[in-house]
């Protein structure tokens, strides 16, 4: 069996990449959300929720179950609190991510990374699509954004790197055809 082009999807925060991964499913693609497997993780992992409870006690919990409010309050006030965080998810949404893609049918299989090249991630992808935004958009979109974006690659450099790249300025409508524009490019490979 053969198996599916590899694509990771990523860009900045309120660039648009959900709407963009809504658009390759549309078309086709096989999709998953890295944040829909950190949400699946802290729901079903009991290896994470034991750590979780170990590092804050019950105060990141609400009736039994993982209080991501709770977490972002903790974890955005205090970058080693966030990279504690991070080195218990990030190894645990790599290896889904991974069975995931490993299962797939599809000839086209789109993972969306918001950390992707924070992470050293884009080795294990085929191509990457960056999904990109004026400031000014994003902000309409989102509101505040300085606080988490200074630990980020800057978008120049996810432009500059990436094999596919848009400004998602415009309408649902642009982005949709610059989708089917990408996933016709990719199934000529």
Excluded: C
Excluded at 24 to 45: K, M, N, P
Excluded at 96 to 112: F, H, I, M, N, S
Excluded at 163 to 185: K, M, P, T, W
């Amino acid at each position: 069996m053969k198996r599916p082009l590899a694509v990771a999807l990523t860009g900045g925060i309120a660039a648009g990449k959900s709407e963009a991964l809504r658009a390759f499913a549309r078309h086709g693609a096989a999709t998953i959300s890295s944040d829909d497997v950190v949400h699946r993780l802290y729901r079903e992992d009991e290896g994470l929720q034991a750590a979780l409870r170990e590092r804050w006690g019950g105060r990141v919990f609400s009736d039994g179950e993982v209080d991501r409010a709770k977490i972002g309050r903790i974890v955005f006030a205090d970058r080693a609190e966030l990279a504690w965080l991070e080195a218990e998810l990030h190894p645990r949404v790599r290896a889904a991510t991974a069975e995931w893609l490993a299962g797939q049918t599809a000839d086209v299989a789109v993972a969306e990374i918001p950390l992707l090249y924070e992470t050293g991630g884009e080795e294990r992808f085929d191509r990457v699509v960056v999904v990109t935004a004026p400031p000014e958009v994003r902000q309409a979109r989102r509101g505040v954004l300085a606080d988490r974006e200074d630990r980020l690659v800057p978008e120049e450099e996810k432009v500059r790197r990436a094999d596919f790249r848009y400004v998602n300025d415009g309408s649902l409508e642009e982005l949709e055809a610059f989708i089917a524009g990408v996933l016709e490019e990719l199934r000529r490979y």
